[in-house]
């Protein structure tokens, strides 16, 4: 049987949507692999872990990184999801010219709880696709952080799972950054 070709969207024809009305002011929307998925809403535990993340590595950064929650990341001309958490190389101009991109990202984390499922079959490939060297999954449900690293074209070579076995135990976000 053949299958019949899909449109995807560029992130230019993404933002032109916007700009057009196509896409209503805020909605919970991403692109990737050329596809405008909703997103989740942020609950309360969810936001407060993201805030958490903040709170503990901005004020350990001292220049050696610059802290950027929820917004987006280019990957390709395809995708520009938005992590919920990223440690950014310092830039000059604090990406005000232009989105990071997988190169400039040290670190990527995912706070997993409603998105688990999408998390993992989704953007995680495409992170790995696009050569983000670092994810974290914090697996709320499972209470543990998924570390993954050797990045490839069909996601990553090597996941380490940290933590587990109380509730909130991924909530503590110990692992060092390196």
Not at 66 to 92: G, I, T, W, Y
């Amino acid at each position: 049987m053949l299958r019949r070709p899909t449109h995807r969207f560029t992130v230019q024809e993404y933002y032109r949507m916007a700009e057009a009305g196509a896409l209503r002011p805020g909605a919970s929307v991403e692109l990737l692999n050329g596809r405008i998925n909703d997103i989740s809403l942020i609950g309360p535990f969810h936001g407060e872990l993201v805030n958490r993340l903040i709170r503990i590595y901005a004020e350990r950064a001292r220049g050696r990184w610059q802290a950027s929650a929820q917004n987006p990341l280019r990957l390709d001309d395809h995708s520009e999801p938005q992590p919920d958490f990223m440690f950014l190389k310092p830039s000059p101009d604090d990406y005000t010219d232009q989105h990071a991109r997988p190169e400039d990202v040290i670190l990527l984390i995912e706070v997993s709880d409603t998105t688990l499922d999408y998390d993992h079959s989704e953007k995680l490939p495409a992170y790995g696709q696009a050569g983000v060297t670092e994810v974290w999954i914090v697996n709320v449900p499972e209470a543990t952080i998924e570390v993954y690293r050797e990045p490839h074209f069909t996601g990553y070579g090597s996941k380490t799972v940290v933590g587990g076995g109380r509730p909130g135990g991924a909530a503590g976000l110990s692992p060092g950054v390196h």
